[in-house]
């Protein structure tokens, strides 16, 4: 069965960080890239980061440009998400995302909220 298991996340201050791991299955992972997207309270989806197959590129929104790190470990089948100097604005539920073609896989969600 093809899966992502998400971890992490949680209750944060501004200023704080917080990792998003994210455990995957049932599929090559090395072999695909990988996508973290969020979805604030009452707004769409909004892609965050994206990481290549290889791990050599990876890419931001410019709302996590400076304060994001995407990065895997293929020999774990994971990906990872470290948000550092976490703003109100990033509360939001994370979802880990793999897509190619006819090949769409979304992890459960994790919930990050930042509040003082």
């Known amino acids: 069965e093809v899966q992502l298991v998400q971890s992490g996340g949680g209750l944060a201050q501004p200023g704080r960080s917080l990792r998003l791991s994210c455990a995957a299955s049932g599929f090559t992972f090395k072999n695909y890239d990988m996508n973290w997207v969020r979805q604030a309270p009452g707004k769409g989806p909004e892609w965050v980061s994206g990481i290549n197959s290889g791990g050599g590129s990876t890419y931001y929104a410019d709302s996590a440009k400076g304060r994001f790190t995407i990065s895997r470990d293929n020999a774990k089948n994971a990906v990872y998400l470290q948000m550092n100097s976490l703003k109100v604005e990033d509360t939001a539920v994370y979802y880990c995302?793999?897509?190619?073609?006819?090949?769409?896989?979304w992890g459960r969600g994790t919930q990050v909220t930042v509040s003082s």
């Open positions: 995302h793999v897509v190619r073609q006819f090949f769409d896989v």
